[in-house]
């Protein structure tokens, strides 16, 4: 759980997914959400199937979102589940302990009660309106990622919280500020045309804390 940087994947086909998953891995991501929305089932699998060795050649981990069974079936690091997917205590007895569960939350009730049932880490959204994904939750800002993380260390609960939806560079400093531990992000990498200076500079903020103790 050490990465702060989280790509999730873009791309109508199987062959625009896997071009921009290589692109991110190659630029430097270490963690991959493959999202792959309203497909078949054999061209999900077969995406899947492509993209597990991809992140293994990067050491990087893979994350299959919304798809418990598929993430079972490819050996892939975790999975990602929404608000009204499976439920994560179940998703937990499915996979196992040793894999990752992540879960989307939009409030403090949804973290604790991810938390109770076994969840790894938050993406906590959205920061603002993204058109990425459909449905949004109410938008939550600055100071509603400060609301939420202190209370959650008010009341003593400790998992590692991804801001997502929209987020640009220029976010990322005061994000990490209300206490969050990363970002997870799409569409700012997946349209960069220079993905590799972006995700310096992305973890240059990300990990700025580090750095600065680092050269103490």
């Not at 071009?19 to 077969?46: E, P, S, Y």
């Not at 597990?52 to 990602?80: M, R, S």
């Not at 990490?176 to 997946?190: C, D, H, L, Q, R």
């Amino acid at each position: 759980m050490s990465s702060k940087l989280q790509y999730i994947s873009q791309g109508e086909t199987i062959e625009k997914q896997l071009h921009n998953i290589h692109q991110a891995l190659d630029a430097g991501c270490n963690w991959v959400q493959m999202r792959f929305k309203d497909q078949t089932q054999k061209d999900t699998f077969a995406l899947a199937e492509a993209v597990k060795p991809l992140c293994e050649k990067y050491a990087a981990n893979f994350i299959v979102n919304d798809d418990l069974h598929l993430a079972k079936e490819i050996d892939a690091d975790g999975v990602h589940l929404g608000l009204t997917d499976t439920k994560i205590d179940e998703a937990r007895a499915f996979l196992g302990t040793s894999k990752i569960i992540g879960g989307t939350a939009n409030t403090f009730e949804d973290i604790e009660n991810h938390v109770k049932n076994g969840c790894d880490y938050i993406g906590l959204g959205p920061f603002r309106f993204t058109a990425t994904k459909e449905k949004l939750s109410p938008i939550l800002g600055l100071s509603g990622y400060f609301d939420i993380l202190q209370k959650l260390k008010k009341n003593k609960i400790e998992i590692p919280v991804y801001a997502i939806g929209g987020i640009t560079l220029r976010d990322v400093s005061p994000l990490m500020e209300t206490g969050i531990f990363g970002i997870a992000v799409s569409g700012i990498i997946t349209e960069s045309d220079e993905k590799e200076k972006l995700i310096q500079q992305l973890n240059e903020k990300l990990y700025a804390d580090l750095i600065v103790q680092n050269r103490r």
